[in-house]
């Protein structure tokens, strides 16, 4: 009994989850302040914290954090928080809670600066942080690929290539962002590896 509520508490309080959260939370106020749940003011997110390469040049450097819990609307937020929910729990169980930290910050700070000196467009989203947790599930799939098989290294390389691919064709999408977020993940995940 014991055993099984340590276990229900750990689900609850985990890093996901409270990842989740707190993006959860900056969306509400970020719709409150928007006053619409559906798009995003950009000078509210402006002031909250997105993006913005003029303003990093002007030494906002927090922007290079605190862009990664902002969202553009509504399903901006669903499709990255769901990403979250399924990626995350699998990188805390095979990496444990502070590496998932670690690697979900310094990959979304990685892709931040890709998308500071590759795009002068303002950015947000938790996406280069997903992509760095997709990174370090890639360098796992590599590892564990004799043993377990090919079929979880496809998946990932699956799920990879699709997000790109729709980086690619669908527009406003930062996929620098992404690809800095992808490379820091697994490189982080190769450091880290024990």
Sequence with gaps: RNRSREESYFKIFSVT????LINVI??????????N???????????LGSKNNELIREGQYYRFLTCMFLHGGLVHIACNMYSLYVVGPLVEKVYGRFKLILIYFISGITG??????FSPYDSIGASAAIFGLLGALL????KIKKTAGKSFFMNIIAVIFLNIFMGITMPGIDNFAHMGGLLSGSILSLALWS
């Design 17 to 20: 989850n409270m990842l989740i």
């Design 26 to 35: 900056m969306f509400v106020i970020t719709a409150l302040l928007s006053k």
């Design 37 to 47: 749940i559906f798009i995003s003011d950009d000078n509210v997110l402006r002031i």
């Design 112 to 117: 931040s600066i890709f998308s500071f000196l």
């Design 139 to 142: 360098i796992f799939s590599i």
